[in-house]
Nanobody, 116 residues
Framework: QVQLVESGGGLVQAGGSLRLSCAAS????????MGWYRQAPGKEREFVAV????????HYADSVKGRFTISRDNVKNTVYLQMNSLKPEDTAIYYC?????????WGQGTQVTVSS
């Protein structure tokens, strides 16, 4: 089993920055693809970004491309999401995901609120 714990959320003004962290425990996630998703009030959960197990490949939703950066530290078993130039529409609960074949784990989420 893998436990994922997100942190770093909070309230920020539009144009500001936040850095989310997702710490994994229970087993190493070094061979897992890691992703970030978000869910805004009244909306479906949506994809934000993903990073391959070795960090060589990343992919972003069009809505965050150029503003968000996903990275990982396999020594610390942690994945990050650097969010810059935040917009009110980025307000959501952000979830960390670890995926390998049929293994699919989710964190409990961290709230990000961007005020205008």
């Amino acid at each position: 089993q893998v436990q994922l714990v997100e942190s770093g959320g909070g309230l920020v003004q539009a144009g500001g920055s936040l850095r989310l962290s997702c710490a994994a425990s229970g087993r190493t996630v070094n061979n897992y693809n890691m992703g970030w998703y978000r869910q805004a009030p009244g909306k479906e959960r949506e994809f934000v970004a993903v990073i391959s197990w070795n960090g060589a490949y990343t992919h972003y939703a069009d809505s965050v491309k150029g503003r968000f950066t996903i990275s990982r530290d396999n020594v610390k078993n942690t994945v990050y999401l650097q969010m810059n130039s935040l917009k009110p529409e980025d307000t959501a609960i952000y979830y960390c995901n670890a995926r390998l074949s049929l293994d699919d784990y989710w964190g409990q989420g961290t709230q990000v609120t961007v005020s205008s």
